[in-house]
């Protein structure tokens, strides 16, 4: 009995050992602020993009997006997602095909979104862009606590809520926001980067916030290795609200870009060659094309809940764009969990990990 008991014990512990081994070394993810599945698995909207109170030149926008295929439409305004990510990775949102991505926040805007991203939950209580440091643990107070991450956790992004949303008065991740260029230099509180090499232009030729952002964060990850990064950019949002399609386009195709460079260097990094993951979404969707309401997103613009999620790297399948299943924005922090080899914390409410796309 013995025997079979510590035979047993073997077993288990292997079983537990296996079941916890990670799934990747490094997580890379990257948030595009309100960019619709519309335009991620169709392209360029016909309605909006023929639009003269939305576009300005249409023949040249045409030109560089349009293509009367939607398969090609996606591949001119998203190359890297569709000619890389698509092959090597997996896709998650694109509604032909009965592959379903919502959030089940009920408020359908940033702090929520992020929240949800981040905690694994849609809390109701989350209701404002200025709600105070977040009350919820979050993927960011999981791996703070664990010693292997001291030091290897950052954030990098446009919009400065997200001291409050990751809480860094909590957890001490640094968090890098209001990005600033100072005489050529990237700026942030008491941080200065030089700033890579090549020429990282403006997506609408003169709001500059999403290029400092990857540039500063770019540099960040190259000096610095951390384990975990996140990234998060705003222009597609801000150019939604604000109806300006073609300049939300040109955003979009200079992020999918920007990604492009970024799996570019990590591929050719030492240290992160094929054992970092990178993790793509958004934080909430728009309203319908066709109508104003394009331009919104909120707790009345019901089809702002639906979302899209892409991947590709190391603990990642090559599934492509998945051709069914239902998933949610809350089930983001556990996969983030599990591909690092922990358990999310445990919760009736909080999302379970996405094994659909996991190696």
């Known amino acids: 009995m013995n025997k079979l008991l510590s035979l047993l014990f073997i077993l288990s512990s292997i079983l537990l050992e296996a079941q916890d081994t990670p799934k990747t070394q490094n997580i890379i993810l990257v948030t595009f602020d309100g960019y619709r599945w519309q335009e991620v698995f169709k392209g360029a909207e016909k309605k909006l993009i023929n639009n003269k109170k939305l576009v300005k030149d249409i023949p040249a926008l045409k030109k560089t997006y349009w293509a009367e295929d939607g398969v090609t439409r996606r591949e001119k305004l998203t190359p890297f997602l569709w000619n890389t990510i698509a092959k090597q990775g997996s896709i998650i949102g694109e509604r032909k095909r009965a592959s379903k991505m919502k959030v089940t926040n009920r408020y359908r805007f940033s702090y929520p979104g992020y929240n949800e991203i981040f905690s694994g939950y849609g809390d109701p209580k989350v209701n404002s862009n200025d709600f105070p440091d977040n009350p919820n643990l979050t993927i960011f107070d999981l791996l703070s606590s664990d010693e292997k991450f001291k030091n290897k956790l950052v954030a990098v992004a446009t919009w400065d809520a997200f001291t409050k949303i990751i809480n860094t008065n909590r957890n001490s991740v640094p968090v890098y926001v209001n990005i600033k260029d100072t005489a050529g230099k990237c700026t942030s509180g008491n941080l200065t980067f030089e700033g890579w090499n090549e020429k990282c232009p403006p997506s609408n030729g003169f709001i500059l916030t999403d290029s400092l952002t990857y540039r500063f964060a770019k540099e960040y990850i190259s000096k610095n290795h ?90 990642i399948k090559t599934e492509g764009s998945l051709k069914q299943g239902k998933f949610y924005q809350k089930q983001i922090a556990a996969t983030i969990a599990k591909l690092f080899g922990k358990k999310f914390y445990e919760g009736e409410k909080l999302g379970k990990p996405i094994d659909e796309i996991l190696k």
């Open 226 to 315: 951390p384990r975990f990064a996140f990234i998060g950019f705003d222009e597609t949002d801000h150019f939604g609200h604000e109806g300006q399609y073609d300049s939300y386009l040109h955003s979009a195709n200079q992020l999918d870009g920007y990604m492009q460079d970024l799996w570019n260097f990590i591929q050719n990094d030492s240290q992160y060659k094929d054992n970092t993951t990178l993790i793509l979404t958004c934080d909430h969707g728009r309203g319908k094309t066709g109508t104003q309401m394009w331009r919104h997103h909120g707790g009345l613009v019901l089809p702002a809940d639906k979302i899209w999620l892409a991947a590709i790297g190391s603990g």
